[in-house]
């Protein structure tokens, strides 16, 4: 059975950082890509960053660009997501998700397995 699960929110200030953890296991995580998806109070989920499988690739929603940064380690069958210069904006439950795919997507219906989820309160 397949299990992600995510840590490393919490409550953080304006400007601060935060890091990501997913662990997987119950696949060879090291052959599918995986990716963060982020849904706010009232919002509809969406995409934040997705990975390929040995993190040759790497994808961005637009308006993260240059503020996170999506990395795996393979051989910790673990995927990170850095969050720098955060914004209240960022508020949000996080999760991660591994797809079947080696390469890379967007599309949450491409993802089969999602992790519980972690908060991320960014304050004023």
């Known amino acids: 059975q397949v299990q992600l699960v995510e840590s490393g929110g919490g409550l953080v200030q304006a400007g601060g950082s935060l890091r990501l953890s997913c662990a997987a296991s119950?696949?060879?995580?090291?052959?599918?890509?995986m990716g963060w998806f982020r849904q706010a109070p009232g919002k509809e989920r969406e995409f934040v960053a997705a990975?390929?499988?040995?993190?040759?690739?790497?994808y961005y929603a637009d308006s993260l660009k240059g503020r996170f940064t999506i990395s795996r380690d393979n051989a910790k069958n673990t995927v990170y997501l850095q969050m720098n210069s955060l914004k209240p904006e960022d508020t949000a439950v996080y999760y991660c998700?591994?797809?079947?795919?080696?390469?890379?997507?967007?599309?949450?219906?491409?993802?089969?397995?999602w992790g519980q989820g972690t908060q991320v309160t960014v304050s004023s």
């Open positions: 119950g696949r060879t995580f090291s052959s599918y890509a």
């Open positions: 998700a591994t797809t079947k795919y080696r390469s890379i997507t967007s599309m949450s219906f491409e993802y089969d397995y």
């Open positions: 990975i390929s499988w040995n993190g040759g690739s790497t």
